[in-house]
């Protein structure tokens, strides 16, 4: 299935505001950034077919793949001045780069992207700043089972906020932390038919027009997930993803733990 990522945004959140800033899918997590970390987490499951959606900064993301050195996630060997790779990453990868404007909203990335999505009923969509280990083809085979236009992963709200029960005097009846709440947010991991189209205007957003017109019509789809999720809209949550990639607790890279497939042995460049 083809996987489109969002990754066109200004990342406010995450940016110093300086000139020439990464976007925030290009933040590093360990010594890979986090569009990285995504593509590998669908790539593990067979789907390597990627349409990136770009925007701002669109350069970094070109850069960072024109000139990929598979040796800085790889094992390899040095002989002669040749490089032999153990395993590589990307090797069966495909990547569409598109640029899909500045200032376009989410779901009208998506419409400028259609072209690329052929005649595939169904294809996979993230905003590729979030990291996670749910189960893919348990996510896509019920999906797929069912008659709903779209689907997403929904998680607990990850929010230190507490809230607060308050009565009609103002008496405090009652505190729980917002993450023991009967709430669940949108996870940012969609599996989509092609019928979402219909549902988002030009300009539009793929969930406050596509997914609440199916959610009306009763064709929404959520799966929930209380394993590993963390999203990266923050300089100290990917501070934290950082720590955790540094101590070896590394959840979300499926690739690892659940044993990672060897490919074949490549001679990549010669070193001069």
């Known amino acids: 299935m083809k ?3 969002f990754c066109g945004g200004y990342g406010t959140r995450m940016r110093s505001g300086l000139p020439g800033d990464p976007p925030k899918p290009m933040q590093l997590v360990g010594p890979r950034p986090l569009i990285w970390h995504v593509m590998r ?9 990627f349409i990136l959606c770009l925007g701002y900064g669109a350069e970094h993301i070109k850069d960072f793949f024109l000139n990929y050195r598979e040796t800085t996630s790889n094992d390899f060997i ?3 001045g040749t490089v032999e790779l153990l395993s590589t990453d990307i090797a069966d990868w495909s ?4 640029q899909t404007g500045i200032e376009s909203p989410i779901g009208e990335r998506l419409r400028r992207v259609r072209e690329h999505l052929g005649d595939d009923e169904l294809f996979l969509a993230n905003y590729a700043d979030v990291l996670t280990d749910a189960p893919l083809p348990e996510m ?6 069912s008659d709903a236009g779209a689907s997403m992963v929904v998680v607990p709200p990850t929010d230190t906020f507490h809230c ?4 009609e005097n103002g008496s405090v009846g009652g505190i729980t932390p917002v993450s023991e709440m009967p709430l669940w947010i949108n996870g940012g991991y969609f599996v989509l038919r092609q019928e979402i189209f219909d549902h988002i205007p030009p300009g539009g957003d793929l969930v406050a027009d596509g997914c609440a017109e199916l959610a009306k019509a009763g064709r929404l789809l959520a799966y929930p997930h209380r394993g590993f999720w963390k999203p990266t809209d923050t300089v100290r949550e990917r501070v934290a993803l950082n720590e955790a990639y540094a101590r070896g607790e590394r959840p979300w890279m499926v690739w690892e733990n ?9 001679l990549v460049e010669q070193v001069s």
Do not use: M, N, Q
Request: net charge positive.
């Open 164 to 167: 607060i029960e308050v009565g």
């Open 41 to 49: 987490y669908y790539a593990h499951y067979g789907h390597t077919e």
């Open 78 to 80: 040095l002989r002669g």
């Open 258 to 266: 659940d044993g990672p497939k060897k490919s074949p042995r490549r």
């Open 3 to 5: 996987v489109v990522l």
């Open 140 to 145: 896509i085979e019920r999906f797929a089972a």
């Open 95 to 98: 990547i569409s780069f598109v």
